[in-house]
């Protein structure tokens, strides 16, 4: 077989392909009850070819210290995406203060926040004012804030590459319902930050017409399906957001987002909401706008020796804010009847073995374009259960062989089991190109000891 890894970078300026070389790869294939591994032929920088058998197969590779796999027959695949910024982009190695004076603010309030967008670069910065030590005066409406930039792990602006900076002030207001939403942006050109050095710029804030959305969310219906996700999940809230998604179209999420352009949190045991927002959008007609809807599950999972923390699992769904018409509801449910080694898992499994069979079954709605399996590991750091994200594995089918070494022994291990609806996009040859048009769902199962 034969495969493709080239990335598609977006920025202000168009579109570039980038040639990229995966990591550690190699594919597995199932032989009786066990994977047989087979390393590439050739493995260079855009592409890769293996020499295995016709059938169903596992390409395993490593990105970030995640492993990543998806399950194919395809003679060939295309492991490219799209992904939002400039190739040549670089991140402060050492302090580099940088200082906002910022001007045209509405008065301020200890609720507000302050976005920080550059679409050149695929930065967007929901509040940076959480990286500063100071705030602004309450009802100021002009004041300076500074922070690290090095705190915030975005890459830095440079004005020579065509990097601007928007910056949007979110105010939060209580009708239709308590929600936060963009009032006021600025937008700043000149900014060439240096790694160790600190750079001042003025901003400019000024008003916008404001735009009325109206949105028809059937709440209950998402919330219906708390017990899928997991027996024990404890309904979270319900979230609305909006946001600018550079490069989106469709067919394709590049990932990146702007600063937030309005969130609202609907609590658990709600009604359905039906109401009409109003937000700014700074942002040109290149950026599309996006809506996203997601109702937040807990599921309580506690390492040895731990407190416990909350693992979320969600149904979500996204799509172009232009195209938002009648009610909400979910499009795809989560997976049924999760099993490891044809044992349910509700909880604590030990001795799955190295290589454990996972099946489940199909969602009872919506139909289903891929799965993901993630697990996540569980780990006691200072007393408190910090849960580590190892390996998510793609697969069309309703079973997933786990290859080995996935699994650290005698550690926890959660399974989350997420059904994607990807408008359609064939997963056996393009297993990483996401719909910007998508919904998902997820059930949690664990955890799972080898």
Same mark, same amino acid.
């Given at each position: 077989?034969? !495969? ?41 920088? !855009? ?153 001042? =710029? ?31 999940? =404890? ?39 039906? !109401? ?22 807990? =599921? ?65 709605? !919506? ?84």
């Amino acid at each position: 077989m034969t !495969g493709t890894r080239v990335l598609t970078v977006i920025n202000d300026t168009g579109a570039q392909t980038v040639s990229a070389m995966l990591v550690g790869l190699k594919a597995q294939v199932e032989t009786g009850a066990t994977l047989t591994e087979y390393l590439p032929s050739s493995n260079v920088p !855009g592409g890769f070819t293996f020499a295995i058998p016709e059938g169903p197969y596992l390409l395993d590779f490593t990105s970030g210290g995640v492993r990543y796999g998806t399950v194919t027959s395809a003679a060939t695949v295309d492991l490219g995406y799209a992904v939002v910024g400039r190739t040549d982009a670089t991140y402060p190695q050492a302090a580099t203060p940088l200082t906002l004076n910022l001007t045209g603010l509405v008065p301020w309030s200890a609720n507000d926040g302050l976005g920080f967008t550059s679409t050149n670069l695929g930065v967007g910065e929901y509040d940076v004012m959480r990286f500063s030590t100071q705030g602004l005066e309450a009802g100021a409406t002009a004041g300076a804030v500074t922070f690290d930039y090095r705190q915030s792990r975005l890459p830095m602006l440079s004005a020579a590459r065509g990097d601007t900076l928007v910056l949007t002030q979110r105010v939060r207001l209580s009708s239709p319902l308590p929600h936060w939403t963009t009032v006021r942006s600025a937008t700043v050109t000149g900014l060439t930050q240096t790694s160790g050095q600190s750079s001042t =710029v003025n901003a400019v804030f000024s008003a916008m017409p404001p735009l009325t959305q109206p949105v028809d969310l059937r709440t209950t219906q998402f919330e219906s399906h708390r017990a899928s996700v997991h027996p024990q999940a =404890v309904s979270s809230h319900t979230q609305i957001l909006f946001y600018g998604a550079p490069g989106f179209t469709p067919e394709r999420s590049a990932g990146a987002t702007t600063a937030i352009l309005l969130y609202a949190a609907l609590p658990a045991g709600g009604t359905d909401f039906s !109401g009409s927002f109003t937000f700014v959008n700074p942002f040109s007609v290149s950026t599309p706008l996006v809506v996203s809807v997601a109702s937040l599950f807990s =599921v309580a999972v506690q390492a040895p020796g731990a407190a416990a923390a909350p693992l979320y699992g969600v149904l979500e769904q996204t799509l172009p804010l232009a195209s938002l018409s009648g009610p909400l509801t979910p499009l795809v449910g989560p997976p049924r009847m999760i099993q490891v080694n044809g044992v349910p898992v509700t909880t604590l499994t030990s001795g799955v073995g190295q290589s454990p069979v996972i099946t489940w079954a199909a969602p009872a709605i !919506g139909a289903v374009d891929y799965y993901l399996v993630t697990f996540s590991r569980l780990v006691n750091q200072a007393g408190e259960t910090q849960i580590v994200t190892v390996a998510t594995f793609g697969t069309k089918a309703t079973r997933l062989v786990v290859p080995p070494n996935t699994l650290q022994a005698g550690q926890l291990h959660m399974i989350t089991v997420s059904a994607f609806v990807n408008r359609g996009i064939d997963f056996d040859t393009r297993p990483f190109q996401t719909a910007g048009i998508s919904s998902r769902a997820d059930a949690v199962a664990g955890p799972i000891v080898r």
